[in-house]
Every structure is written in structure tokens, then in C-alpha cells.
């Protein structure tokens, strides 16, 4: 089976991202990664989706997960009726795509292929797990490799012995663009903002970038807008979970005011992605809040006194006038002219 | 003795910031507050510049340390003839002033009154110690009183019911600023960013405040931007560890990036400090750089990879076209026009 994970980094394979296996989906936990390096083991789509809405995984995860999270779906369901399969099928998929409000529209391309193929094995169950794990497996790739395209075109943009920046956990093409520096003898550094609460930027994007032999320094959430100009940074990218078809950029907090130091110093601003055509503008985009818990802690430590609050909106939304360019599999478009992507 | 502490939380009071007893300078450890209530014990002046070095307390808390170590160096002089007493006391205070590099120009002027109180006692040293310590009580009352009246000339610019923001620890002025919104029935809500690494605005700014009954909430390092507009903030305030005469503001690192955002929104950044003399322009500012090793982990946790590095700049510098105004304790200035505050 062809697999367009090869030669990435270790938490970027298939397997170390969700794997379904034996009428289980295991889905490695970012939380701690690499700290610890644990597997959360789920018995039934809903606890997938649980995990999801857990943030168990996060970036890119959710949609392999969501996919290992059909194939289970398919075995839970595999003796039932053919009706109340179709039904069970589509309850799940339900379930999967809404575990976080603000990813539904790419959960629900995500699962697509997965939930056709689901519906087409009702009539023979026999080989169902296999055909729909196949179908996971080749979204996966598809993924991926529409990723590699995105992270080449992005890869134009880095200068020889370049500094990048990123925020969050830039997934697979980080991964991709490692290896494409890697494989151009293009010696770049690395400044990841660490992103607080859940630390994806140290925990994750750095720990990939290291795996993969490449410069790399963690800074704090305060640093980036001093830093980016002392250290000469020549871009800053980041992914999206979410890009409007009016150009606005939905992503981790605190990539807004990154944008917003990187169009102060002058600093190009790359976001990858694909434009979300189910957003046609800004107004539908409903931005997560979490358990403000969670933001008066640090690794599992209280930062702070009983008594005081924690607030946390998971995403911000950076404007198209802070954004250099939206870097897609078919190029880079202007934030300001995304139809263009689809024409 | 009068006391310019009373009624302010608990580690606004001198014996919880560093305070000298029997041959002995304790300082509240902020490294750790209010997770634990703990105090660094020095015995020596060399000690006290030590535990500066190390951050063990910051903000205003060195100024009052300062004098106290001063105290220390008389103690531990007492019993040297005149020559080398003064000699003793002259190199006393250039290790205290020296502990570092940034704050030296006000560390040299917290100083001066203890210091020439020491030098004053060369001839009789019999209540040498009590005169400094007085002398230095004398010092951090002069210092308290004097952030009242900056304390006084900010609340005017908060709104009834209003929403601040801060950055870092602002100290005895933020502890002025809650008592005069508790006197006013101003029942305003405080939204502290938590300040990476050392998360002194969730353990110290967010417990005095919340230690003074006031609505409080902390957010992480890469929210500001976001949600100074989000929770419509009436103004963002910091203080400044060096203000300098072009109207430079040098603060926590952070302080940059939260500037640029308020001027973004319109709303208001209020620094809180008197202007430095000793730096006419920023060039003559030295930006302290600290261990990496503190970036790369969390309330004594790790939060990446071994191999991957950190990268820690202490302040930053933050321009005068970001700042609204310099607050100082006699009125609000310009930072384009901060001569007129020598006038």
C-alpha cells in the first residue's frame, strides 16, 4: 500500500497519528507528546469523538482520526441490519465530523470519501472494515500529498539558510518542508512560539522540526514581535483551521497578533491551507471557547491563586490585510481574491 | 514607624517583598508565590545581589531589596575600621546596583539615600544598622507614595465599571490602582496576561488583585490581541523597567507585541513609571538576555524535545508612536515630550 508518510517524522506517521486496528482506533496523545509518548485507546466512534473534542489530537490529527474513527464505526455496526447500518453510519459520521464546532466544514470533506464507502458496503459487509480502512488510508495519502504541493510552494518562498517562524503545530507541511530544506541542502533555523495552554508549538512543531536534524528554537507566546525582527526572521507561517472565502485566517490564538508584528516589521506572512468554501465570509465562523481552566495551569502546574479566573477562546481570526498570501496545492492566492483557488 | 504598605495584599507589604532582621535579608521567593509562600534567606550583600540575579523577586521588589542588602552590608562592615568600611560599603553597593544589567541606572537611585546613610555612619557605627534600616523604610514609603500618585493620575483614565488589561507585574501602582477602585465602588474587571516564563502576571498581578477582591482573569501570552477587543478593554497597562527620555518604553518582554495590538483596536496603552534620566535614547539600553534553558520548560516542567533550544530576551523595547501615555507621579506626559517632566 503506497504511503506518502515515509520519511517524516515520527509523530506525523499514520500509525503515531490514529490507526484503526482490531476493532480499536488508537490515537496518539499530543497532550504530552513528546514528553510521554501514550496512545489513547478508543472501543467505539463516540469515544474517538470524545477524544477529539478532548483535543487528544489537534492540526491535521483530527482528520486521519475521524476516518479511523468511520472504519471503527463500520465494525461496531457490522451485524446490524442493513437499514439501521445506514442509519448507525450516518449517525457517526455525524458525531465525528460536530466533536468541535469549529473544524465541522473540513471534518465533513474530511470523512467524505470514508462515509460514501461506508454506505456503499451496506448491502455486503464482508470485507466493509478493510474497503473503508483502505479508503482511510488513501485520504490519508491524499492529504498528504496535497500538503507536499502546498509546503513546495511555500518552500519557494524560504531564502537559502533562511529563519522561519511558525505558531502552532504546522502539521504535515512543516514535516513536508523540513524535508524539502533537507533535501535542497537548505540549512534554515526554526523559531517556534511555544502556544499556550496546550504548548503544540514546543511540544509538537519543534519536536518534528528536531526529529528531522533542523535548527530549531522554542520562544514564549510574549516573544514572537520582538523577536521575528532582532533575530531577522524571513517569514512566518502558519496552517489554519479555517480560511474564509473573504480572506480571514481562523487559527490558534494568538496568530492574529503575530500577523499583525509580522506586517509591523514588515515580515511576510504565509498561511497554508485551502480555502473553506462553506465560509463564504467571516460571519460564519463560530470561534470555540474551552474550559478556562485550563489556562491557569501550565503542564498539569496551577499558575496561579484559587479564586482567580482562567479565560480561553481557542482560535483569533487574523484579517486579509495582515496576510501576505494564502499558500495553497495550487499556489499562492492573494487573501483578497480566493475564488480564484476554485475557478 | 509610618508605613505606606497598609491595606495593600500581602506581598505588597515590605516584610513579604525583602526585609532585614538580625544580620539577615529573607525575600519573598516570586518565583514561586503564591503556589508556595516561601523566603530566600541571604546573609550577605553578595548574597541579596545573588538572589536579584536569579530573579527571585522583580518588578519593585529589587528596589526595596536593594536597600535592605544595604542594611546587610552595614551589618556585616560593622566591625572594619573607617578606611575599609567605606570601601566595603562603595563595592556593597556597586555588586547590589550591578546585580542587573538592565535596571542599573535605577537601581543606582534607589540606592543613593541608604548609601550615603552608610557612608554617613563611617565615623560612628554604633546604630549604624537601625539608621540605614530606617533610612531604608524612609526609601520604600518615598517609593510607595510616589506610585500612589501615579496610581491616582491613572485611575482618572479608567471608566466606571471598566475592563483593564496588564502585562507583567505592575506592582505597587496596580495595588494602588485596586485600592482606589475598592474606595471609588468602582467595581472594574482586571484581565492579566500571564507572562511566560516566570508567569508573574498569573502568580503575582492576578493574586493581588484577586488578594484585593477584585474581578479577576488571566489569559495566556498569545490572547491579548485578541481579546483586548473581544471583551472590549478600556485600557491596557504595564509599567516600565526603563522609560527612557525619547520616549522608549522598556518592559517585559510582551509589552511590544500588546502595544501594537491596543494601537490597533484604539485602545489606549498607559505606561506607568517615572522617566530615566540616565537614558536620554534607547541606545544607551542594554536588553538582557537570560538563560534559554527557561523557555523550554513550564512551572519546572519540559515542554519540548531534548536538543531543541530556547531563546529568552527578558524585555523588549516598545516605541513611543504605541504608547498613549507616560503615567508618572505628576501627571500624564507624552512620550515625545518627557523633558517637561524635569521641568
Redesign the interface.
Known amino acids: 500500500m503506497f504511503r506518502a508518510d515515509k520519511g517524516l517524522a515520527f509523530i506525523l506517521q499514520y500509525e503515531n497519528v490514529a490507526w484503526y486496528e482490531e476493532g480499536k482506533v488508537r490515537i496518539l496523545d499530543r497532550r504530552i507528546y513528546?514528553?510521554e509518548t501514550k496512545y489513547v485507546e478508543c472501543k467505539t466512534h463516540i469515544e474517538v469523538s470524545k477524544a477529539l473534542a478532548d483535543m487528544v489530537t489537534q492540526s491535521g490529527g483530527p482528520y486521519i482520526a475521524v476516518n479511523m474513527g468511520m472504519v471503527l464505526a463500520v465494525y461496531e455496526a457490522k451485524n446490524l441490519p442493513k437499514d439501521e447500518y445506514i442509519e448507525f453510519i450516518k449517525k457517526a459520521a455525524h458525531t465525528l465530523c460536530y466533536s468541535r464546532p469549529t473544524t465541522v466544514a473540513n471534518m465533513i470533506k474530511a470523512v467524505e470519501r470514508c462515509y460514501r464507502t461506508a454506505l456503499e458496503a451496506a448491502e455486503n459487509r464482508e470485507n466493509a472494515v478493510q474497503v473503508v480502512f483502505k479508503a482511510a488510508i488513501d485520504e490519508a495519502n491524499k492529504k498528504y500529498q496535497r500538503y507536499e504541493k502546498v509546503a513546495k510552494y511555500l518552500y519557494e518562498k524560504v531564502p537559502k539558510e533562511g529563519t522561519i517562524m511558525t505558531q502552532c503545530f504546522g502539521e504535515t507541511v512543516i514535516g513536508m518542508l523540513m524535508r524539502l530544506c533537507k533535501e535542497n541542502d537548505n540549512n534554515v533555523k526554526v523559531?517556534c512560539?511555544?502556544?499556550?495552554?496546550y504548548?503544540q508549538g514546543?511540544?509538537l512543531t519543534?519536536?518534528v522540526?528536531?526529529?528531522m536534524g533542523i535548527?530549531?528554537?522554542?520562544?514564549?507566546?510574549?516573544?514572537?514581535?520582538?523577536?521575528m525582527k532582532?533575530?531577522n526572521v524571513d517569514l512566518f507561517t502558519s496552517a489554519a483551521d479555517a480560511i474564509t472565502m473573504d480572506g480571514h485566517v481562523v487559527n490558534?490564538?494568538?496568530t492574529?497578533?503575530m500577523a499583525?508584528?509580522a506586517h509591523?516589521w514588515g515580515i511576510p506572512y504565509f498561511t497554508t491551507g485551502i480555502p473553506n468554501k462553506e465560509h463564504q465570509d467571516i460571519s460564519s465562523v463560530k470561534i470555540e471557547e474551552r474550559d478556562?481552566e485550563f489556562?491557569?495551569q501550565?503542564?498539569?502546574?496551577?499558575?496561579?491563586?484559587e479564586?482567580?479566573?482562567?479565560?480561553?477562546?481557542s482560535f483569533?481570526?487574523t484579517p486579509p490585510k495582515l496576510i501576505s498570501g494564502i499558500v495553497t496545492d495550487k499556489g499562492i492566492y492573494s487573501p483578497y481574491n480566493l475564488n480564484k483557488y476554485y475557478e
Do not use: C, H
Request: glycine share 10%; net charge positive.
Open positions: 513528546p514528553l523559531i512560539a511555544e502556544t499556550r495552554p504548548f514546543a511540544r519543534a519536536s522540526i528536531r526529529d535548527d530549531v528554537t522554542v520562544i514564549t507566546d510574549n516573544m514572537p514581535g520582538y523577536v532582532l533575530k490558534k490564538i494568538g492574529f497578533q499583525l508584528a509591523y478556562g489556562v491557569t501550565a503542564m498539569g502546574v496551577k499558575t496561579t491563586m479564586g482567580v479566573k482562567g479565560f480561553y477562546p483569533d481570526i
